[in-house]
């Protein structure tokens, strides 16, 4: 067998790692786990990070509850795996 050589359309990936339809994806399950992690949790609006070219969801603390249960608890990281 000969070298093969494959030729990566980086562009391409970019492009659909930013689609709407993948956008809308991370958006519902940033939802989806911030609803799994309870009160005082809240998803970020999906965004593409910035030179990265891919899109990204955030799940954060908004209340000081959430912080003190994501601190001792580690609610996320349960709400993530589902279990």
């Known amino acids: 067998m000969g070298n093969i050589r494959i030729e990566w359309n980086m562009a391409g990936f970019r492009e659909l790692r930013t689609a709407p339809g ?35 969801v955030a799940v954060v603390t908004a209340t000081w509850r959430a912080w003190v249960a994501q601190a001792r608890d580690h ?3 349960r709400a993530v795996g589902g279990g």
């Open 22 to 56: 993948v956008m809308a994806l991370l958006e519902e399950w940033g939802q989806k786990i911030a609803s799994r992690a309870g009160d005082g949790f809240v998803a970020l609006p999906a965004e593409v990070a910035r030179g990265r070219g891919r899109g990204r």
């Open 75 to 77: 609610v996320l990281e």
